[in-house]
């Protein structure tokens, strides 16, 4: 069989409800996996800092009876002397699979289509596929279904934002990305997510009002202001979304029993308040966690 990658959502969008199932189900056999993963080897290369999607990969190999290698970009001959595409054609002869969080997706990509294994984004400038799938994981757990629940992402349409907009298309959440009209989700994913909702019967709708986004929500998510690599200032961040925080005013127009979320790391008193992101319809934590059995999950399907 061809190896497959996982650097958009769109790449496993035909098992993603599924690999949102393996990942409930590896969640409850944690401990007992038996070793599926025997003899791989994942090498995981950061190009930008990271706590939960290293952790995490590395906890899921060892779990499933691998080995995650760690690399620090910087530390690589690649893009100092060396090509990206043989640096990947070489990998491809050590391991079984490649974990990268680079800065410009257009090198994830080149990885991706050199590697003859496997390589899947721990986050680019473009998406975050493994947040958005575990997020949908935790959406399951809490929620139970995704039909006709009200999904609103406030705050800067960045990499996460775009992970989310394919995945909420897919397993049928209606989202809302109510973000400054400058800082948007990006065009081109906007509207692929808009048409796999529309043969779905959901809807990914954009808007810039976040009193009028956050009626009768379900679930708010938001992320950091300011993302690895962007040089917004932070003054200017601060400006831009300060409308789009999530506080207890905000949080008061949604549902009773809406569920708070966020990828993390949390900037407390920027894009939510202390009381909100420590308060009980906050979920963050379960969402950290389950990256952990969301990724064992898309280990196991393209790795095994
Ligand atoms: N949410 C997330 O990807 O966190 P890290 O940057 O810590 O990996
Ligand atoms: N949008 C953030 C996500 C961090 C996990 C960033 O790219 O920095």
Sequence with gaps: MAKRNLISVLDMKDEWQDLVDLAIKLKKERGNHGAPL??????????????????????????????AL???ASNMHMGHGETVEDTAKVMSRFAHGIMYRAYDYKVMDKIGDTATIPVISGLDNLEHPCQALADMVTIKEKKGTFRGRKFVYL?????????????????????????????????????????IADANGSKITASHDPIEACKDADILYT????????STPQEKAIKMFSIYQINSELLALAKDDCIVMHCLPAHRGNE????VMDGPQSVVFDQAENRLHAQKAALYSLLR
């Design 272 to 275: 939510i308040t202390a009381e």
């Design 70 to 72: 760690y690399i620090d």
């Design 155 to 195: 705050g800067d349409g960045n990499n996460v934002c775009n992970s989310l907009l394919y995945s909420c298309a897919i397993m049928g959440l209606d989202m809302v990305a109510c973000c400054p009209a400058t800082r948007m989700p990006n065009a081109e994913i906007m509207l692929g997510a808009a048409r």
């Design 223 to 230: 992320d950091t202001w300011v993302s690895m690599g962007d």
């Design 38 to 67: 025997a003899g791989k080897t994942l090498i995981m290369i950061f190009e930008k800092p990271s706590t939960r999607t290293r952790i995490s990969f590395d906890v899921a190999m060892t779990e499933l009876g691998g080995h």
